[in-house]
C-alpha cells in the first residue's frame, strides 16, 4: 500500500513535491543526501506567509475578540473616574486622604544616581527586544493552554483559526508570520532566530538584573521600591482615588515614591521577572522531566500560561509608566531618569529624545539585519547561550506519567517521506526493514525489523517538548539506545550519533540529527517502534522513531533509517549538527 504525502500535507505550496524524491531508491552513500544551508533566510523558498487572526480569549464556550478590551477598558475608566470623583466628596474619604495622603517617604536623599539610568535604559532596551522575539516564539504555536496536551480546541487564548477537521493538519501549518517590526524577524516559522534574541537578551537581561540588585541593596535606593510598613496598602488605594480622580498627589520621585507606585514598581522589578524566569524554565524539557510531581503539575503549559500573563503585566506597565510620566511632569520626571537632576529644564527630554532615537533605529534594523545574517545570529547565540543550555543534557531524565495522562491528540509533524523505497517497506508492514548501524564502532550491524523487536523491549509514559511550544503525553515502547552501543561498541574516539532519516527536509536533501553519546546512555532514550501501545504510525516516525526525553522534538528524528557514530559532526551538511540547525537556524543543543 503506497503512502500518500499529500494526504497528510494537501497544501502544494507549504510542502512543495520533490519529485526526485519520490523516484529515487536511495542507492547512494546517505551523507551525499544532506544538503548545505544558506546563510541567510530566502524567503522566495521559506514557508509562505501565512496571517493569523485577531487575538482570541475563551470565556467558556465562547471565543471573545480582545479588540473588544477597547471600548470596555474606556466604560470602566470612564466610570472609575466618575467613582472616584463622587468618592472624594464623602467626607469619610476626605478624612481617609488626609490620613493617608499616599506618600512613603523612603528617606532617599540622593536622586538617580548615574548607574541607576544606565541600567534603566539597558533594561528598557534588552525588555523590548525580550518582548518582540517572545511574540515571535508565539507565533509559531499561536495557541495558548491550561492543560499539557494541547487539544486543539482546548486552548484558551489563540491567534490562530480553528484547526481544520478534515485534513491532518501539521504544528507547522499551524505557524502564523507577523510584521516584521512587530517580531523577529516577522517571517512565518523563524523560531529557531527568534529563540536565539530571546534566549541570549534573557540572559543580558538577567546579568543586567543582577548588577542592578548589587548596586541597589548597597546604596540605600531600594527603599524606593521595598514596601517596610502595612501602611502601603493604604496609601496605594489613596493614591488611586486620588489617579482616577483626576486630581493626582503630589509627584515627590526624586526622592521617593507614592504607595501605589511603590507596589506597582515591587511587583515589576523583583516578583515578575522571578515569575519570568521560573515560567520559562518550567518550559524545558530537560528540567520538567527531572522535577518529579513538580514538573507533572506546574507543567510545560501552566509555564507558557505564566509566561503570557508576565508579559502582560510589562506591557501594562510600560504603558501605564510611560503615560504617567508624561502627564504628571513630563520634563521633571524625564530631568530625574536621563539627565539626572531635580529641575524643570529641557536636558533630561533631549536626552530622552536620543536614546529613543536610537532605540527605534535598532527596532528598525533588527529583523532586516536577522534575515541577512541569520547564520551569524545562530552561531553568536551558540556561542553565548549554547553551553548553557547544554547543561541539562547532564541529566537523566526520569519523569514519566500514567496511563490515564496519555493524550488524545498528538500534534503531527515533519516532511513525510516520499520514495519508492520507503513505500515498499511500509506496504509490506517494514517486514524488509532493515537499520544499519556503523562508523565508529567495533562491531557495525544492520538490525532486521524481527530482530529489532526480538531486544528487550522498555516501555516509558513520557512529555513531548516541541520547539513550537505545545506538548503532548504518550507511551512508547522499543529498544534502549544503551543496548544498541552495547551491541555496537562505539569506539574511544567516537562522540555523537547521527541519525538519518527516511524523510528529506522542507528545502530537500536528507533530515538528519546529531546527539551525544552521553545523552544516547539516557535510561529514557529508546529507539521508538510502538506509540500508545499499537505499532507505530507512519505519521508519527514509523519504523522507528528516536525518544530522547531531556531535548526538544525536532531532535528525536522520525522514519529513521540508519545511525552512523562520528567524531565531529562539522562536515555534515553546513555542521550545525542536523537538518533544522543547518536550514532553520535552530540551536544544536536544545533541551530548553
Not at 538584573?209 to 521600591?225: A, D, P
Not at 528529506?504 to 529508546?526: A, F
Not at 525536532?554 to 543547518?582: A, Q, T
Request: neutral net charge.
Amino acid at each position: 500500500m503506497r503512502v500518500d504525502p499529500n494526504q497528510l500535507y494537501p497544501s502544494p505550496v507549504d510542502q512543495p513535491d520533490d519529485t526526485e524524491a519520490q523516484t529515487r531508491m536511495r542507492s547512494r552513500p546517505v551523507r551525499e543526501e544532506l544538503t548545505i544551508g544558506e546563510d541567510f533566510v530566502d524567503s522566495t523558498r521559506w514557508l509562505p506567509p501565512r496571517t493569523g487572526i485577531i487575538p482570541r480569549v475563551r470565556f467558556f464556550s465562547t471565543w471573545v475578540n480582545i479588540l473588544w478590551a477597547i471600548p470596555i477598558a474606556a466604560v470602566l475608566l470612564l466610570i472609575a473616574i466618575a467613582a472616584a470623583q463622587e468618592l472624594r466628596t464623602l467626607p469619610s474619604v476626605q478624612a481617609f486622604i488626609q490620613a493617608y495622603p499616599g506618600d512613603v517617604d523612603a528617606g532617599v536623599d540622593s536622586g538617580f544616581p548615574l548607574w541607576l539610568r544606565l541600567l534603566h535604559f539597558f533594561n528598557l532596551f534588552l525588555i523590548f527586544f525580550i518582548i518582540r522575539s517572545g511574540i515571535q516564539i508565539l507565533a509559531d504555536h499561536p495557541r495558548i493552554y491550561w492543560n499539557r496536551s494541547c487539544v486543539p480546541g482546548t486552548e484558551w487564548f489563540r491567534f490562530q483559526r480553528r484547526v481544520p477537521r478534515d485534513r491532518v493538519w501539521t504544528s507547522k501549518d499551524d505557524s502564523v508570520s507577523l510584521p516584521g517590526w512587530l517580531g523577529i524577524p516577522g517571517v512565518r516559522h523563524t523560531i529557531g532566530l527568534a529563540r536565539k534574541w530571546h534566549f541570549v537578551f534573557d540572559l543580558l537581561w538577567l546579568v543586567n538584573g543582577l548588577i542592578f540588585y548589587v548596586l541597589l541593596f548597597s546604596t540605600g535606593q531600594w527603599k524606593r521600591l521595598v514596601p517596610l510598613s502595612w501602611d502601603v496598602f493604604p496609601q496605594a488605594l489613596s493614591a488611586a482615588i486620588q489617579y482616577a480622580s483626576l486630581n493626582f498627589p503630589p509627584n515627590h520621585g526624586w526622592t521617593h515614591f507614592n504607595g501605589l507606585q511603590q507596589l506597582a514598581y515591587f511587583v515589576t522589578v523583583f516578583l515578575a521577572p522571578a515569575l519570568a524566569l521560573v515560567s520559562g524554565l518550567l518550559q524545558s524539557p530537560a528540567i520538567s522531566n527531572k522535577l518529579g510531581l513538580a514538573g507533572r503539575l506546574f507543567h510545560r503549559q501552566v509555564g507558557r500560561t505564566l509566561h503570557f500573563f508576565v508579559l502582560c503585566w510589562f506591557l501594562f506597565f510600560i504603558a501605564t509608566h510611560v503615560t504617567m510620566v508624561f502627564i504628571t511632569g513630563l520634563f521633571g520626571n524625564l530631568n530625574h531618569m536621563f539627565w539626572g537632576v531635580n529641575s524643570t529644564g529641557p536636558a533630561g527630554f533631549l536626552v530622552f529624545c536620543a536614546t529613543m532615537l536610537l532605540l527605534v533605529i535598532a527596532w528598525m534594523l533588527a529583523s532586516p539585519f536577522t534575515l541577512k545574517h541569520a547564520r551569524s545570529i545562530q552561531r553568536s547565540g551558540e556561542e553565548i547561550g549554547g553551553w548553557l543550555k547544554g547543561l541539562g543534557e547532564l541529566w537523566n531524565p526520569t519523569n514519566q506519567f500514567s496511563e490515564k495522562d496519555i493524550a488524545s491528540f498528538f500534534w503531527p509533524n515533519g516532511v513525510m517521506p516520499k520514495s519508492d523505497a520507503f513505500d515498499a517497506l511500509a506496504g509490506g508492514g517494514f517486514s524488509e526493514y532493515v537499520l544499519p548501524v556503523r562508523g565508529l564502532v567495533e562491531s557495525p550491524r544492520a538490525f532486521t525489523y524481527a530482530e529489532i523487536k526480538a531486544l528487550p523491549k522498555q516501555e516509558q509514559i513520557t512529555e513531548h517538548f516541541c520547539i513550537q511550544g505545545w506538548s503532548g503525553i504518550a507511551k512508547w515502547g522499543g529498544i534502549p539506545m544503551r543496548h544498541i552501543l552495547e551491541i555496537v561498541k562505539p569506539l574511544p574516539q567516537a562522540r555523537f550519533a547521527v541519525f538519518y532519516s527516511f524523510s528529506d527536509g522542507s528545502e530537500g536533501g536528507r533530515y538528519y540529527d546529531v546527539h551525544r553519546l552521553e545523552n544516547m546512555r539516557h535510561s529514557l532514550t529508546i529507539l521508538a517502534y510502538e506509540m500508545n501501545g499499537r505499532p507505530l504510525s507512519v505519521l508519527h516516525g514509523a519504523p522507528l522513531r528516536l525518544r530522547v526525553e531531556n531535548e526538544l522534538g525536532f531532535k528525536m528524528v522520525k522514519w529513521i533509517e540508519s545511525i552512523e557514530f562520528v567524531e565531529d559532526f562539522r562536515r555534515l551538511g553546513s555542521g550545525c549538527g542536523g537538518y533544522n540547525e543547518d536550514h532553520e537556524f535552530y540551536g544544536y543543543r536544545e533541551p530548553i
